[in-house]
């Protein structure tokens, strides 16, 4: 016979057990998807300067110490200067894709969308803990940057001048932040300081480069190409455009696509 006294029993234990997992802490939720750039740019990396060689090689040299170039090593035999430019503006230079971030913990929900070569912040949501999961949130600040050395080549062809230039990318990005650890009671009772977390990406003028870089929250692969702004500015200024001196006649280019 059953004990009709044990059915009142079973229904407070049943409704404890679903109030005391309703008021734990439960983590929360982060997706990222990335998207590629769509194509790569075309690059234009030569021009003819209607000057002479030495004409065209002094105004280069020029241009290029007053517009933020360091010039590493010039060799006039071989007609070569190698130069270094760096920016945390690299967003003009490379194209490296979109990321689309989303987070979710309790009563917040934030949606992230950033070009990859731009500095961002955002938060992700993960989980710690055996057998329990319990919440985790991080709060991240993400600063991009961009080196390049690059190399122009300056070329006579009859009275004229061929400049062309040839360019080795490599772009940063660095995560620091905090994660937050809590219990099942939602409160933190640890933290853990994020610092200096480097991803890079190295490629070339024409190339496409490509890396495997980890979250946060997961590990994804972002692929990146130049913009063609660079290339471009530095062929300018063989043509005297940045020094304010009259724009001279520029003969056809060849593109690198």
Known sequence: MTDSRRVPLQALLIVLCTWLMASCATPGISGLQYRAPMR?????TETVVRLPVSETWALLLEQLRLHAFDIKKVEKASRLIHVSFS????????????????FQYEK?????????????????????GK????????????????????????????????VTVHTRYTFISRVSGQQDYMNAAGIVVKSRQIS?????????????????????????????????LLEAEILAMANGHHAGVDSREVLPSRTSS
């Open 196 to 228: 200096g977390q480097q991803s890079t990406i190295a490629f070339e003028t024409g190339k496409i480069g490509s890396a495997i870089w980890n979250g946060p929250p997961h590990s994804f692969e972002v692929t990146c190409h130049p913009t063609g």
């Open 40 to 44: 790569a740019h075309p690059v234009t």
């Open 87 to 102: 920016t945390d503006r690299p967003e003009h230079y490379v194209d490296c894709g979109i990321i689309h971030r989303t």
């Open 108 to 128: 917040e929900s934030e949606t992230y969308t950033y070009p990859v070569t731009s500095s961002s912040s955002f938060k992700v949501a993960t989980q710690w």
């Open 131 to 162: 057998p329990a999961a319990l919440p985790v949130v991080g709060t991240y600040d993400r600063d991009t940057s961009l080196e390049a050395r690059i190399t122009v080549f300056v070329a006579p062809k009859k009275k004229h001048t061929t």
